[in-house]
């Protein structure tokens, strides 16, 4: 089945501990993304990948890193997590346009 | 900035009746337009992309867009009560694949 996974699922910690988020799609897809998602905000772009080692920032990179070291998998980092950084995480990839989700992470830092 | 702008609804209609959704964009350059439904708690979930100006149909769903007024709609025919949910619309501009999303457009179907 064609699809992108992430995990955790649901997360609780605490100001400061570094944490990752994994993605990972089997669709063999080139793009890759990841969103943050806030109640009256709607979705907003942190990071993206357009292909192997080729990352760059979204809209709202700030307190977030990536890497992409391999085609399917694109882990989200947050060396030092704030509380202002309690949201829905949403992966995504895309092969041409037409962008996927993963389930999500809903995260909070304490 | 590009932005795309949708009601925030709640949209209220009956079952059975036909949902219109609107979204407006910014970016004159833009080229790809898409809707996507979100059930709370849920991740978004593609149900029609446009790409030219004019209508696309896929069952229940039309997709219509016109350029030149930078305007995309959906309709629903025959609302169900399961298609009660938050519709986003999407806009990528270029071969970057970078969507701008709509803060959506809450819908609610009434049996």
């Known amino acids: 089945e064609a699809q992108v996974t992430q995990n955790p699922r649901y997360l609780i910690t605490v100001t400061g501990k570094k944490l990752t988020v994994t993605c990972s799609q089997n669709m063999n897809h080139e793009y890759m993304s990841w969103y943050r998602q806030d109640p009256g905000l709607g979705l907003r772009q942190i990071y993206y990948?357009?292909?192997?080692?080729?990352?760059d920032k979204g809209d709202v990179p700030e307190g977030y890193k990536v890497s992409r070291k391999e085609k399917r998998n694109f882990p989200l980092i947050l060396e030092s997590p704030s509380p202002n950084q309690t949201s829905l995480y949403f992966c995504a990839s895309s092969g041409r346009g037409e962008q996927y989700f993963g389930p999500g992470t809903r995260l909070t830092v304490t | 900035q590009k932005e795309v702008e949708q009601n925030s609804g709640p949209l209220s209609v009956p079952e059975g009746a036909i949902a219109s959704l609107n979204c407006t964009y910014s970016d004159r350059g833009s080229q790809s337009f898409f809707w996507y439904r979100q059930y709370s708690g849920k991740s978004p979930e593609l149900i029609m992309s446009?790409?030219?100006?004019g209508d696309k149909e896929d069952g229940r769903f039309t997709a219509q867009l016109n350029k030149a007024s930078q305007y995309v709609s959906l309709l629903i025919r025959d609302s169900q009560p399961s298609d009660s949910a938050t519709y986003l619309c999407?806009?990528?501009?270029?071969?970057?694949?970078?969507?701008?999303f709509g803060k959506g457009t809450l819908l609610t179907v009434n049996p």
């Open positions: 990948s357009m292909n192997v080692e080729v990352t």
């Open positions: 446009i790409y030219s100006n």
């Open positions: 999407a806009v990528s501009g270029g071969s970057n694949y970078k969507l701008t």
